[in-house]
């Protein structure tokens, strides 16, 4: 591996969001819905953040929901949150996230996020949750309490 650790080498296939990378990820791994990506730097910030908030509620960081992944999930709470930026998630199938949270939803609530959402927004947002319901919350510039969305 030319002086590359074994992690080091894994980290580095599982980042590849190029066309390339991707369908080298479906030829190595097969179909397994949403593969664990790198940590953001935002997503890195939040896990600081929620895991001293949620401390004792079962906070866990890229955690595994049947053949999924959530970016934090609350186990006590039964909440999935899911730190999602302008970029990081360009690449992904529309139509399988689709099906991704009509499938957790069902025994989930589901917040959906901008990295640089205010914690009173996000906290706002986690009050807000209910099972079988998706909850974004986004805006380019700020996020503002009318982009809510309950869908």
């Given amino acids: 591996m030319n002086g590359y650790?074994?992690?080091?080498?894994s980290k580095i296939a599982l980042g590849m969001d190029s066309v390339i990378g991707i369908e080298l990820k479906k030829q190595a791994f097969g179909h397994i819905g949403t593969i664990a990506k790198p940590d953001t730097k935002g997503e890195i910030e939040w896990q600081q953040v929620l895991s001293q908030v949620f401390e004792g509620?079962?906070?866990?960081?890229?955690?595994?929901?049947g053949s999924y992944r959530?970016?934090?999930?609350?186990?006590?709470?039964?909440?999935?949150?899911e730190c999602n930026g302008y970029d990081n998630h360009r690449?992904?199938?529309?139509?399988?996230?689709a099906?991704?949270?009509?499938?957790?939803?069902?025994n989930y609530s589901i917040l959906r996020f901008h990295h640089k959402i205010t914690p009173e927004k996000l906290f706002n947002g986690i009050?807000?949750?209910?099972?079988g319901k998706?909850?974004?919350?986004?805006?380019?510039?700020?996020?503002?309490?009318e982009t809510i969305s309950l869908t």
């Fill in 5 to 9: 650790s074994l992690e080091d080498v």
């Fill in 91 to 97: 690449n992904y199938n529309q139509q399988e996230e």
């Fill in 134 to 145: 998706i909850i974004k919350l986004y805006d380019i510039e700020h996020v503002y309490p």
């Fill in 57 to 65: 509620f079962g906070f866990h960081h890229n955690y595994t929901i």
């Fill in 127 to 131: 009050l807000q949750a209910k099972m």
């Fill in 99 to 106: 099906q991704r949270e009509q499938l957790l939803k069902q």
């Fill in 70 to 81: 959530a970016d934090f999930f609350v186990k006590d709470l039964r909440l999935i949150l």
